[in-house]
Every structure is written in structure tokens, then in C-alpha cells.
């Protein structure tokens, strides 16, 4: 990090501590919920009156799409809480951005905010060099950042998003609302039965807020816990009896695992992060984590009303604990719908899913997860991160095959910026191939190993892998990974610390 920004973020971190800047920041009042605010995690039913809406959308034009994304403290309304927010545009819950592969997306981001802010395109296999996908460049307050991301022609299309990357304070400014939607279309075309159906975006956030509406200083000091879709607090949901809507959800919160429910039905599922699955499956329950998107499709029931719920869920003795609420109410009413399409019509079409090759593999590594209750801190390889390191060096062309491995009390969330991957086995139970995934969680005390396939020339130069749970993010638990040309090779700068033999690959060291 240089040290203008260092002390930029400095500087903002000690002067304001948090995004949300809204004048008397008190601590959180102590006294029951529902005496305060009443708790969104009761909502009736009769909560349920505005149908639910999209943000609002941009479409790329003539092969582009230029956009501009002003950052900046908003108040928002979820429900009957104004929340003192962040917002790019005034959206919490942030614009839709859609643009198709071959696209050149331009996004101005103007910082009006007190504290440093950037912008991660997650998901995207696209260059995180100079004015690319580049976490690594902070823009300081007042200052504008014209990023420009060349969609490849054959990008895999799918439901993505972009959030700030902000490191050390990210949790905040992305609970604070710093966080929208980008479709790269065509995913319909993979899964040719979805085509016709109606499809529905669910920006899913979460807000902790103190009595006067600000975020939250600490996590779990809070007074209120409000969960979102699409910056609304239980909206409406209408479908008719028989017909079949593609659900698609995108955990934009910075920390919240959901586990959700919808009475009386099924969801089926088609697709994981971007890419639709070889084999569609129905679940009465879905769970996914921060950064996670899935494509399910619900068919409406008998006419009736049926909740939308995120139940409980805890991320192990060390982690969070997550209230239920009801998020949403399915109203079944008028007319049918077709009949829905059979589980295998929804599967991706023959030859879109390609798994890596592993019959050469270049390199092993460990990642290892673990963290210090004392200190707070989080780790990858018992190190935090360091922009001036570069903790591992690949030479473009390599298939590597990565151990995580988690030794702590809860859960850890794996994610790394341009490169997809393959799951391979989870505390080693083989997982069949089911297409490609850009996040995965690593169960506690652990191992996943996945596949990565570094031979796509656009991807060269530095990017960050780490924690999606963006508290143990800013805590330290993300690293840098280098991606050369070895006719050039790499940049000078950084070492390798991840580095390991086939011999101790298997040695059981995990780190406390
Ligand atoms: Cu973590």
C-alpha cells in the first residue's frame, strides 16, 4: 500500500470508524427490540402489501455499457426503519447492471463519501490490471475512478456483482449498501426451459442498526438486525397456481449465511454462482453464504399465501448467530400457469459445463484458514494480509489444485477474484463435477480441495484471494496471488508463502 493511501485509510478509519457518517452516533441503547423499533424478525403477513420490485436496471447499448456510480451516505427506508445508508445512486440494494460477453463496461465511480472506496467486479474472469478489476486501487474521497472491464465473447454468462473491496473497512461499506447486481446475459440460452419464464433478481442485504438508524459500531451490539430484498423489508411476491418463475438470489451481505424456506414449496436448483448445474435438484431448504448467488425455480401452489423465511442459521462456536425472519409473501392467486418443465429439462445444455482437466496438475498448495481470539485477527497461512506481499506466483498456463483447510471454530468462506474453479472433494468425499464456482464454504476444522485452471491470458497480473465473510476479511484473512507470463516473468516484489511439495501434502499441521 502506498503510504498516501495507507494514510488515507488510516485517517478515515480512526476519524469516523465506519462509512455511515450521520451526526450523533451514540452507542447501541440496550432495552428489548421491539420497544425500540419492533423487530423485523416477526413480520406478519399483513406486513406483505408492496409487490416486490426490481432496483433499477441499466442495459449495455452497441456493445457497451457506461455508467456512473456515485458512492455517497443516503438515508433509505426499509420498511418502517430509515437506516442512515450508503448507497452507489441512492439504491440500497444497488442499480442492476446487464450486459451480455463481448461488452465493454465503463463504470465512472465517483467517491463522495468521507473515506476511501473501490470497486470489485465479482465473479469475472476479466483483467485485474490498471483501470480492469482491481481491488488493489483505492479512490479517496472526492476522487473519481473510471473503471473499464472488457467482457470476453465467450464469458461464461451468469448472475455476478459488484461491491466495494475497500480492505480493512469493507465490511461496513458494503452493510452500509455498497453493493449491486450485474448480469452477464445469456444464462437462459444454457438452459434453454427457462427461456420463457419469468425471472426475478433478490439482492438480499442486511443492516444492524443502533437506535438512531446507523449502522451498527460493532457487530452484535446492535439493536435491530433488518434483512432485505432488494431494499425492501417483506414485500410481495405474486405468481399463479402452476407457474414456474426463475428465483434468482445474490447474498450481498457482508457476513450473513441464509438458509431459507418457502412454506408448502420446493426450490429447484439450476444454478450456482454464474454457471447453471449439471444436475438440477429440489431442496426444501437453500443455504448459501456471503458473496453466493443461486438460481432456483419456484412453481406456484394452490392459491393461498406462503412465507419466504430465513431461518436461523449459526456459523459454529466461534461465529455468528443468525436470527430467523420472514423475508417475503408468496401470493398464489389468478388464472395457472403452465406446467413446469421436468428436472432434467433444466439442466445445463449438453457441452456449456467444462470441468478442468486433471491429469497434469502443476502445483499443489495449502490455504489454511485459522484465526486468534485474543488478538481478533484472521489468517491464510498463519500471515495477514499485506498489500506489499505477494503471497503466491503462478506462471499463466498452470492447473494447480489448492487445499483449504479450516482450523478454527466456524465457518470460513472461500472466494478468489478472476479465476473460477472446481470443487473436488470435501473433507475428502469426492464431489461429482457440477460446473464451476467462484466461491466455497470450508467446514469447520475441514479441508476442500478445488481445481483452478490459471491459462486465461486475460487474467494476468495481481489479484486477492480470501475470506467472504467480510469481518475476517478486513481482519487479515485475504492474500495476493500474481498471475505472469513466463516469457517475462514475475513482477520483482512479494515471495511465495504458500508454496509446498507433494511430500507434505498431506502432513495434518493445521494451524491454531
Ligand atoms: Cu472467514
Partial sequence: MSPHISRILRGAATALGLVVLAAGLSPAVAGPLDTIFGSPSDLPPSAAVEPMTSPPEFHSQNGELRV????????????????????????????????????????????????????????????????????????????????????????????????????????????GGLSGTLVVEGFQDKVPATKALKERIFALKEFQADPQGNLARVTKAYNVDIKTINGQLMPRIDIQPGETQLWRFIDQTANMYFRLTLEGHTFTVVGRDSQPVANPQAVRELMFGPSERVDVLVTGGPAGSYKLVSERTMTGPAGDDFPKQNMALMVSARGSGPAPAPLGTVAAAPGVLKPIPGDHIDEHRLV????????????????????????????????????????SDE????????????????????????GLVDTVSVPIHGEVKIRIAFTDPNIIGRFMFHCHILEHEDKGMMAQIEVYDPKVGPMPEGHDTTHMNHANMDTPNAPR
Wanted: aromatic share 10%; proline share 8%; charged share 20%.
Fill in 68 to 175: 456512473t456510480l456515485e458512492a455517497k451516505e443516503s438515508k433509505a427506508r426499509l420498511g418502517k426503519f430509515e437506516i442512515n445508508a450508503a448507497t452507489y445512486n441512492g439504491v440500497y440494494g444497488g442499480p442492476v447492471l446487464r450486459v451480455k460477453p463481448g461488452d465493454v463496461l465503463h463504470v465512472r465511480l465517483v467517491n463522495h463519501l468521507p473515506q476511501a472506496t473501490n470497486m470489485h467486479f465479482h465473479g469475472l474472469a476479466v483483467s485485474p490490471q490498471g483501470h480492469g478489476d482491481n481491488s488493489m486501487k483505492m479512490v479517496a474521497p472526492g476522487e473519481t475512478w473510471d473503471y473499464e472491464v472488457p467482457i470476453p465473447k465467450d464469458h461464461p454468462p451468469g448472475v455476478y456483482w459488484y461491491h466495494t473491496h475497500a480492505h480493512s473497512f469493507a465490511e461496513r461499506q458494503l452493510m
Fill in 368 to 407: 489454511a484458514f485459522s484465526e486468534d481470539p485474543v488478538t481478533g485477527l484472521f489468517f491464510i497461512n498463519h500471515t495477514v494480509f499485506d498489500h506489499e506481499r505477494v503471497d503466491v506466483k503462478v506462471p499463466l498456463g498452470s492447473i494447480e489444485e489448492w487445499t483449504l483447510r479450516n482450523a
Fill in 411 to 434: 465457518l470460513h468462506l472461500f472466494h478468489i477474484h478472476q479465476a473460477p474453479f472446481q470443487v473436488i472433494a470435501i473433507n475428502g468425499k469426492a464431489v461429482p463435477f457440477d
